[in-house]
């Protein structure tokens, strides 16, 4: 039987609580019982008390990975490093104490959590900013990136080599390079280009229109096959 397995979950946060001000040795006790209440019992007043008491812990760590992000940033970050912790181990059916021994081990996991969530954020930033130097590069044309079209024999590639010699729409072009060339996502494109594509439809609206002209120009050709 853990320690105070049979204190109800008000009880634990109030211990927790006092424990934490004394600086007694019994909080980590106290701590690990809510993750096994909020975890193994779902409950949402112990996972409330948690995400609140580590919030600050969490943020340094996130700091520690990205340190020139706002606190808004930091914030946001928490929570998914939170959310990404929840979902992996919700995806066990096994209880908190058969992953984890004491609070040690389980915090050393939210660390990591919160770690590859900075990295993520610190890698698609920078991503963002080459695409931004990219984007500011003068005489660069978009279809430099495709081969010709007496070259192509794929049917993929014919769809890209019609694109880059038919579309001229400015708007079409912009998301056409950021779907080939960057392959960024949509949601990524409408954060980005919000005064283009408000929205997630918006991006497939523009996308399947230029598709479906495509495949109208290309329906007669030989060895195309509609996508």
């Not at 193994?40 to 990205?66: L, R």
């Not at 070259?151 to 769809?159: Q, S």
């Not at 949509?186 to 997630?200: G, N, Y």
Request: charged share 25%; hydrophobic share 35%.
């Amino acid at each position: 039987m853990r320690p105070f397995e049979n204190l109800s979950v008000q009880e634990l946060v109030l211990a927790c609580q006092d424990a934490r001000s004394n600086s007694c040795r019994t909080e980590s006790d106290l701590s690990y019982e809510l993750f096994c209440r909020a975890f193994d019992n779902h409950d949402e007043a112990a996972w409330s008390f948690i995400q609140q008491k580590y919030q600050p812990m969490v943020k340094s760590w996130i700091f520690k990975t990205v340190s020139n992000i706002s606190e808004f940033d930091a914030e946001d970050l928490a929570q998914i490093a939170y959310t990404k912790f929840w979902k992996n181990l919700s995806r066990s059916e096994a209880s908190i104490t058969a992953h984890f021994e004491h609070l040690g081990s389980i915090l050393k996991y939210l660390n990591q959590c919160a770690t590859t969530t900075a990295i993520d954020f610190l890698r698609k930033k920078q991503r963002l900013e080459r695409l931004d130097n990219k984007l500011q590069t003068v005489g660069q044309p978009f279809d430099s990136y495709w081969m010709s079209h007496d070259d192509v024999c794929d049917n993929t590639m014919r769809m890209r080599s019609w694109m880059s010699n038919s579309v001229n729409d400015p708007v079409e072009r912009l998301l056409l390079k950021l779907l080939f060339e960057y392959e960024l996502k949509p949601a990524e494109i409408v954060r980005k280009f919000p005064q283009h594509f408000p929205d997630k439809g918006q991006v497939r609206r523009v996308r399947e229109r230029v598709i479906k002209r495509a495949k109208r120009a290309l329906v007669h050709q030989p060895s195309v096959q509609m996508m």
